[in-house]
């Protein structure tokens, strides 16, 4: 066999050991962000459809009041704290056991 054949054929072959497996760690890279990305768009779209979780809808919820209560600088920020508190207490009085807003902080 001819020398320089031989040498072109040991050239291919180091360059494909060095390439294939390149390709492959890539490859696999690029499937797994594609399944990433569409795990959280099925999220974010669960979340605008309002099929979510109860607890989600809760959190959300209590996150808009804050945010009402952040930025309105009326006189009523401490009457609105004191509704929180008591909505807070009949929520866990529904479950049984009456709790105090205080309570729940010392716990």
């Not at 989600?56 to 009523?76: F, H, N, P, S």
């Amino acid at each position: 066999m001819d020398p320089n054949l031989m040498g072109i054929f040991l050239f291919v072959m180091a360059i494909l050991l060095v390439v294939l497996p390149f390709a492959y760690v890539i490859n696999r890279r690029e499937q797994m962000h594609k399944e990433r990305k569409l795990e959280l768009e099925a999220r974010a779209e669960e979340a605008r459809s309002g099929r979510a979780s109860p607890e989600y809808r809760k959190l959300e919820e209590r996150v808009r009041v804050l945010e009402r209560i952040a930025t309105d600088r009326g006189a009523d920020l401490a009457l609105e704290i004191e509704a929180l508190r008591e909505i807070h207490s009949v929520e866990d009085s529904a479950n049984g056991t009456a709790v105090t807003f205080e309570e729940r902080e010392r716990a």
